[in-house]
């Protein structure tokens, strides 16, 4: 990077220096200036370096400037502790602001300590004419952090005790920066050289060019400033700081540093505010996942005019767990399926059902609407890839690439090993198995490359490890779906997204009622649906505690989810004594 102020090569960001209180600031700008700009502000202790991937992606469609906090990279380096306020922090940026965009507001994107300094300018009265949006990344404003740690302490529950604690536990760095001498001689007696390898195996980060900066010594040893001029008073004596500028937060899922329930009832102090979530940690959010961060940045600027936050005019308490989210659930005209999407709704989501019974689904995308989500209904049938792939398309077009998908479409069939055709196999596994497969291909690979996480349910069934001679073909399929399940979940985490293996014992559905039976006729198969399903309505197990336990297997992040009575002592007796329910499964139940 050029020192001196120059017009950078093409493609190389353009370096000038803006001055601000008589400290010069480091500023690089690239893209066309007559575009939106966003200006990107660095944490403790990066540079703007630590914006590369971000930068790089926002630059063909926005005016994009960065620069080095004061005390860091090439700007100025002022000595004294009261030279790193706040005020000062945020006079800054409204100099370089003003000097890159005199006419128009910014969007500001800020990490870290950076987040924390811009709050600092987003809050001052004079922001709504100069900000023009803010995305806020692991930083939150430290008097916001002094009102909250107030309530909590007002209100001891042992909830607002465990966050507190929680948050204490994220935050004994900060103890140790207001060490004398110890902080300092840390950075300079070798954390400097070893950082890049903190960063690999606390960040899951790798290091490269520019990152860490060749200048971090010293900028970590200056920036011990940041924490010792702005912390304890403004934690001490938080004042009010309420904002008209529309935020977004990004939450970091593994974020060691800044928990997430510091952003609980930010409400209070931002009417406008959006809330993302990035499967990352404090520094991979920008050096691993930075097309990720870059897109919702571009989201939020481009946004329509007017749009308001899914939050607005609700207070924390009245927002619902899975308000925002988008949930697909197959098989939604009937039992499970039907109780899920309703589930979901009621607790906030918009729904995206399909069915074979196109009426059946459209019925439960009508009960979803009265309960206040957007909902729509496709007729798609799951053992078709191909109208999988359509109906992922599709959903994604009308609404968005969903937060959590459902593979909850299924049949019921009975029948020996030996009694069961080819033709009923296919069958079987064509719905059970293969739909499972096609929905966890067309909607995990979207998910994958979206970014942000979300969850993946499939219904298995206590079948998939309770044997038993009359279910092979349907107890194959399920335990195939358990398999599957476990092994998508092992690939998925690395993309932040969870995967549930829903396994049910009997629940009263509709399942009985089209449940194909080997080997009978007609009318001996329609007695036989009569009496199964009269044995699973006097178990009466409804299907909208299955879907509970569903949003809690969501919620909770749970890998394998028995339900049910039956179920869970199965699996159970499955682990302690195999053999047992290998001697069960000889005899005709069911
Ligand atoms: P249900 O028959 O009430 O509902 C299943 C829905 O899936 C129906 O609306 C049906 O039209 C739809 N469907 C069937 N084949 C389809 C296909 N090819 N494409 C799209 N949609 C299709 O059954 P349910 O009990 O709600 O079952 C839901 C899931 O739960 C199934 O996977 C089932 O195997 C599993 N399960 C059910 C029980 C139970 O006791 N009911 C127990 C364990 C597991």
């Known amino acids: 990077m050029a020192a001196a102020d120059a017009l950078g090569a093409p493609g190389e960001p353009r370096r000038r220096t803006v001055r601000s209180g008589g400290v010069p600031l480091a500023v690089y700008e690239q893209g066309d200036p007559t575009r939106p700009t966003v200006l990107l502000v660095h944490g403790y202790p990066d540079t703007h370096r630590v914006w590369d991937d971000v930068a790089a992606a926002l630059a063909a469609e926005h005016h994009v400037v960065r620069y080095d906090v004061r005390g860091a990279g090439d700007s100025g380096r002022p000595a004294r502790r009261r030279d790193y306020r706040l005020e000062l922090l945020a006079g800054d940026l409204f100099a370089v602001a003003g000097a890159v965009s005199p006419d128009r507001p910014v969007h500001v994107v800020a990490h870290d300590w950076g987040s924390i300094q811009s709050w600092e300018a987003v809050a001052h009265p004079d922001a709504a ?36 604690l929680g948050q204490l536990a ?56 940041l924490y010792r001029a702005n912390m304890l008073p403004r934690l001490l004596r938080p004042r009010a700081r309420p904002t008209t500028v529309p935020v977004q937060l990004i939450g970091l899922t593994r ?76 098989g939604a005209g009937s039992g499970i399926g039907r109780a899920t999407a309703l589930a979901f709704a009621e607790q906030g989501a918009d729904v995206a059902l399909c069915d074979l019974d196109p009426e059946a689904a459209e019925r439960t995308a009508e009960l979803a609407r009265l309960l206040g989500a957007s909902a729509r209904a496709w007729r ?37 090993f030996l009694e069961t055709t080819e033709q009923e196999w296919r069958r079987v596994l064509d719905v059970n198995l293969w739909g499972v497969i096609h929905g966890c291909r067309a909607f995990g690979s979207l998910m994958a490359e979206r970014g942000e996480g979300g969850h993946i349910v499939n219904l298995a069934s206590a079948a998939a490890y309770l044997p038993s001679k009359l279910l092979a073909a349907y107890a194959t399929s399920k335990a195939a779906v358990f398999m599957l399940s476990d ?63 569903i949003l809690r297997a969501v919620t909770g992040d749970r890998a394998v989810v028995p339900v049910t009575f039956e179920a869970k002592a199965a699996r159970l007796i499955g682990r302690l004594s195999p053999g047992l329910l290998r001697t069960a499964a000889r005899f005709d139940i069911g």
């Open 170 to 225: 994220h935050s004994w760095y900060i103890a140790a920066f207001h060490l004398p001498v110890l902080a300092p001689a840390a950075w300079r007696r070798g954390l400097a050289d070893r950082w890049g390898t903190v960063l690999r195996l606390a960040e899951a980060v790798t290091p490269r060019p520019g990152h860490p900066q060749p200048t971090l010594a010293g900028d970590a040893v200056r920036g011990i400033n």
């Open 129 to 164: 004419g100069r900000i023009a949006s803010y995305t806020s990344i692991s930083g939150p404003c430290l008097d916001h952090v002094g009102h909250w740690i107030r309530h909590r302490l007002a209100r001891p529950t042992p909830r607002h005790v465990a966050q507190l």
């Open 255 to 330: 974020d060691h540093y800044v928990s997430p329930a510091l952003a609980e009832g930010l409400e209070r102090w931002v009417p406008h505010l959006w809330r993302r979530t990035v499967p990352a940690t404090h520094w991979s959010a920008l050096l691993e996942k930075g097309t990720t961060v870059a897109r919702m940045v571009e989201e939020f600027v481009a946004r329509p005019e007017g749009r308001t936050a899914p939050a607005a005019g609700r207070s924390p308490k009245d927002r619902k767990p899975f308000a925002g989210r988008l949930a697909v659930v197959t």
């Open 487 to 549: 092994c998508l979940r092992a690939e998925m985490a690395g993309f932040g997204v969870g995967v549930s293996a829903i396994c049910p014992g009997i629940v009263n559905t509709n399942i009985t009622r089209t449940t194909t039976f080997s080997g009978l006729d007609a009318a001996q198969e329609a007695a036989r649906q009569k009496r199964v399903s009269g044995m699973y309505a006097r178990r009466n197990f409804p299907p909208e505690k299955v879907a509970d336990e």
């Open 380 to 416: 798609v049938d799951v053992s078709d890839g191909t109208a999988v792939d359509t109906f992922a398309a599709d959903v994604t077009a009308e609404f968005r690439v969903p937060d959590i998908v459902v593979n909850n479409a299924g049949i019921g069939h009975s029948g020996t």
